[in-house]
């Protein structure tokens, strides 16, 4: 079984100031990782995946991850963040991506930009 | 295309009705989920189905039944409701080896 752990539930960071919210995963198996993000009474949408290849994948809004294999982790990253990015950030992880997908999601972070 | 849909987007229940939420997605997915996301928690799998006539259970199916008639349609129907399933609702699609797509969900309130 996988499970996936979101250590921050909120993250407070000043506007134009970098920020990394961090997610760590435990599986017996090869896993593909996803981040989500919820604005605020919006449904989830995909900011960006690792399925294979490179470990370090940019996704939209200007924001990239990094997978670690030995840490088993996937930290969100961005340079410089907007008021616009706050939101609720949800990592998630899957053992398989053909067939059905047992989605294993974290509790999420709270992303609260301040100007 | 619309992608995932879903109604109602808000409903307030009592306890012991039942309801159904509706989804529907128009990019011919084989697979479509049921999801339910309560306060400071990931979202958990409540059912899943492969194809029309197809369908399993997720992580917390209690309380929770489902069909699927048709490639397009998943609905959930809520029997007996509870304050236990006060949570919001997401439904998502996915195409055979592809990623999944989220609808923008239904907040429910059972008083």
């Known amino acids: 079984a996988q499970s996936v752990t979101q250590l921050d539930s909120q993250v407070p960071v000043f506007e134009e100031a970098p920020v990394e919210l961090r997610c760590n995963y435990s599986?017996?198996?090869?896993?593909?990782l996803f981040w989500y993000v919820q604005y605020p009474n919006q449904g989830l949408q995909l900011l960006l995946k690792?399925?294979?290849?490179?470990?370090l994948v940019k996704g939209i809004n200007g924001f990239e991850a990094e997978f670690n294999k030995s840490q088993t982790s996937f930290h969100l990253r961005k340079p410089s963040v907007h008021i616009s990015d706050t939101a609720e950030y949800f990592c998630?992880?899957?053992?398989?991506?053909?067939?059905?997908?047992?989605?294993?999601f974290g509790t999420g972070t709270r992303l609260l930009v301040s100007p | 295309n619309a992608g995932v849909t879903q109604t109602p987007k808000f409903r307030i229940l009592k306890i012991g009705q039942s309801m159904t939420l509706q989804c529907a997605q128009d990019?011919?997915?084989?697979?479509m989920y049921w999801y339910r996301q309560d306060p400071g928690m990931g979202l958990k799998l409540i059912y899943y189905?492969?194809?029309?006539?197809?369908?399993d259970k997720g992580e917390v199916p209690n309380g929770y039944n489902v069909s699927r008639s048709t490639t397009e349609d998943f609905p959930l129907r809520l029997e007996l409701a509870a304050p236990s399933q006060t949570s919001v609702y997401f439904c998502?699609?996915?195409?055979?080896?592809?990623?999944?797509?989220f609808g923008p969900g239904t907040r429910l309130t059972v008083l």
């Open positions: 998630a992880v899957t053992p398989g991506m053909t067939g059905f997908q047992k989605l294993v």
């Open positions: 599986s017996s198996v090869s896993v593909y």
């Open positions: 690792y399925l294979s290849g490179s470990t």
């Open positions: 990019m011919n997915h084989n697979y």
């Open positions: 189905s492969v194809g029309a006539g197809i369908t």
């Open positions: 998502a699609s996915q195409f055979l080896g592809g990623l999944q797509y």
